[in-house]
């Protein structure tokens, strides 16, 4: 079993940055692959980025080379750093925990992104 508690989120104007931090507890975390999901109102939950257990990211076209995922296995904390953010940004993002058939999520973080 893990937990994952979500911070980070709020409100910002476009073009600003903002760091999403996903603090995990319970089990064994670097064994773990993690990801950033977000769900706009409306739409379906879509993978924003991922990282394995040996640090291989992968991100979403809409958020290549704005967005960058890490993880620190000492503190058990998966990072999602987003630049240049857009009003189309816009969503409650989910951490997300997998390995084998455990997949674990977090309970959220609403990202506003207006003027």
């Known amino acids: 079993q893990v937990r994952l508690v979500e911070s980070g989120g709020g409100l910002v104007q476009p073009g600003g940055s903002l760091r999403l931090s996903c603090a995990a507890s319970?089990?064994?975390?670097?064994?773990?692959?993690m990801g950033w999901y977000r769900q706009a109102p409306g739409k379906q939950r879509e993978v924003v980025a991922d990282?394995?257990?040996?640090?291989?990211?992968n991100y979403g076209d809409s958020v290549k080379g704005r967005f960058t995922i890490s993880r620190d296995n000492a503190k058990n904390t998966v990072y999602l750093q987003m630049n240049s953010l857009k009003p189309e940004d816009t969503a409650v993002y989910y951490c997300?925990?997998?390995?084998?058939?455990?997949?674990?999520w977090g309970q959220g973080t609403q990202v506003t992104v207006s003027s």
């Open positions: 990282i394995s257990s040996d640090g291989t990211t």
């Open positions: 319970g089990s064994i975390f670097s064994i773990y692959a």
């Open positions: 997300q925990a997998a390995r084998g058939y455990g997949v674990y």
